[in-house]
C-alpha cells in the first residue's frame, strides 16, 4: 500500500482547501478509507471516513457540516473537501486504508500511514 497525500497549504480563516490521496499499491476499492489528522503536541485524530463504494461516511464532530470526504475507485483517490477552515484545524493531514472489521472511527482499524500533508490556517 503506497498512499500519498496532497493540497495542502497555507491558508485564511473561512477558506477552503481539498485534499487528494492516491492510493497506487493495491485494489482501492476493496478498503474504506480515511482522514486523519494531528496538530502539533496532540495525538492524532479521526477526521472522516468513507466505505468502500463511498455510500457510508463518518465525520468527527469538529468538522461535521465543513468537511465532505468522498472517494473515486477509477482513480484510486480519496478526497477531503475542506470549507470554512479554521485555525483549530491546522494539522498535518494523513490518510489511510480501513482493514478488518473495526470501528469506521478508530486509529486502529487504519493502516498505513501515508505521508501527509501540511494544512495551515491562519486567522
Do not use: H
Not at 17 to 28: I, K, Y
Not at 75 to 89: A, P
Not at 106 to 123: A, E, I, M
Amino acid at each position: 500500500v503506497q498512499l500519498q497525500a496532497s493540497g495542502g497549504g497555507l491558508v485564511q480563516a473561512g477558506d477552503s482547501l481539498r485534499l487528494s490521496c492516491v492510493d497506487s499499491g493495491r485494489t482501492f476499492s476493496d478498503n474504506g478509507m480515511g482522514w486523519f489528522r494531528q496538530a502539533p503536541g496532540k495525538e492524532r485524530e479521526f477526521v472522516a471516513s468513507i466505505g468502500r463504494n463511498g455510500r457510508i461516511k463518518y465525520y468527527a464532530d469538529s468538522v461535521k457540516g465543513r468537511f465532505t470526504i468522498s472517494r473515486d475507485n477509477a482513480r484510486n483517490t480519496v478526497y477531503l473537501q475542506m470549507s470554512t477552515l479554521r485555525s483549530e484545524d491546522t494539522a498535518v493531514y494523513y490518510c489511510a486504508a480501513k482493514y478488518g472489521s473495526g470501528s469506521y472511527i478508530s486509529l486502529d482499524s487504519f493502516k498505513p500511514w501515508g505521508q501527509g500533508t501540511q494544512v495551515t490556517v491562519s486567522s
